[in-house]
């Protein structure tokens, strides 16, 4: 039992200012799990949160998505799980009752929540906090071989492996991923480990697109070059990649997926910085192409620890500092600058 009444958390109080603050250590209820978090990475979403661009983080809000921990205290029906476990969780969480959830689709599940969000329907609390109350069913063990400072990342990782899982290209496929930020290298360290050799990158960083190649990619190209198109075209023998991932959410990139792909070729969508773009949509009918919307996960987490624990992918490199809650505020505010330079941050309560 926790003796601990209240534990310090990271509250955004208003848009564009966070706060180490005390606050009441979560109460569980009888499904769920106290854990006390040792590692949380910072998402590109908590940092569109913070400014209150994206509408989905209202404050007051403890935001946190991207954790691991280990278990302080278990509730009564919990008997999966005991005090010490090392564990990382879904950042849904979902019901368990819905059509969707009893069909395996937990991230399309009717009643939906996501930890670190509060977005008018509901307010989650996260998991920048000394402690954070989860449901068991959404826990994952994890192996003593894994820090929790990749552990975190293990949310990153499943948003790619579900990505790539709705439309695995072969082996010999070519495949464009287009935006080299976290979750757009990750998903060619995925395609990777599935055998993919074949695989354009692009993006508008020279950074992110030397990682691009450290991470698999046979070539990057820039987004602001007008000849990438024809590279494209040039790297795939003139037809165009078999498969495109597009990993921004903006007009300029999903139109650079379109059309970097071949006639009855597939678009996976995961990028969504923009609520609205504008679809080329003769282009899509014309040539025939699919286009796969992608959200979130859906019970990849045990194939994401593996690949994690195997080194197959391999997120250390993209960990660019590692610091205490109490220096939350001011890294939010750099990386709400443009990141000067760091790509994943992640904070140790």
């Known amino acids: 039992m926790i ?3 209240t534990m310090k958390a990271l509250l955004l109080s208003e848009y564009n200012k966070l706060a180490i603050t005390d606050m009441p250590t979560p109460a569980i209820a009888d499904d769920e799990v106290l854990i006390r978090v ?11 949160g913070y400014d209150g661009s994206t509408g989905r983080r209202i404050p007051p809000i403890v935001m946190g998505h991207e954790a691991a921990g280990e278990i302080e205290h278990v509730g009564r029906n919990v008997t999966d799980y005991g005090v010490g476990d090392r564990v990382t969780f879904d950042s849904t969480v979902s019901c368990g009752r819905c059509r969707y959830c009893k069909a395996g689709q937990v991230n399309l599940c009717d009643n ?4 670190g969000v509060s977005c008018g329907d509901y307010r989650r609390h996260g998991a920048f906090a000394e402690y ?5 069913r959404i826990l994952y063990p994890l192996p003593a071989s894994l820090p929790y400072e990749r552990a975190a ?8 492996v579900h990505a790539v899982g709705l439309k695995t290209p072969a082996p010999t496929d070519n495949v464009l991923v287009v935006g080299c ?3 757009g290298l990750l998903v060619i360290q995925v395609l990777r480990a599935k055998g ?7 993006d508008v960083d020279p950074g992110r697109m030397a990682l691009a190649e450290q991470m698999g990619a046979r070539t990057a190209l820039s987004g602001k070059d007008p000849e990438t198109p024809a590279a494209i075209q040039k790297l795939t023998g003139q037809q165009g990649a078999d498969v495109a991932f597009e990993v921004v959410g903006s007009t300029e990139t999903l139109q650079t997926a379109i059309r970097g792909v071949r006639k009855g070729g597939t678009v996976v969508m995961i990028g969504n910085y923009k609520a609205k773009v504008d679809l080329p949509l003769q282009e899509v009918v014309t040539r025939q192409l699919s286009l796969l919307g992608s959200c979130a996960s859906s019970g990849e987490y045990p194939e994401c620890i593996e690949l994690l624990a195997s080194g197959a992918v391999d997120v250390t490199p993209l960990i660019s500092l590692t610091a205490p809650l109490e220096e939350g505020p001011g890294l939010f505010e750099r990386l709400h600058r443009g990141g000067e330079g ?3 941050v992640v904070l140790q309560p």
Not at 153 to 160: F, K, N, P, R, T
């Open 38 to 48: 040792r590692a949380c990475g910072i998402c590109g979403s908590d940092i569109h």
């Open 342 to 344: 760091l790509m994943k």
């Open 196 to 202: 993919c050799a074949n695989i354009t990158a692009v």
């Open 181 to 183: 930020g976290m979750i």
């Open 153 to 160: 990342l293990i949310e990153a990782v499943s948003i790619a």
């Open 3 to 5: 003796s601990k009444s």
């Open 132 to 136: 954070v109350a989860v449901p068991a």
């Open 112 to 115: 939906r929540m996501v930890l």
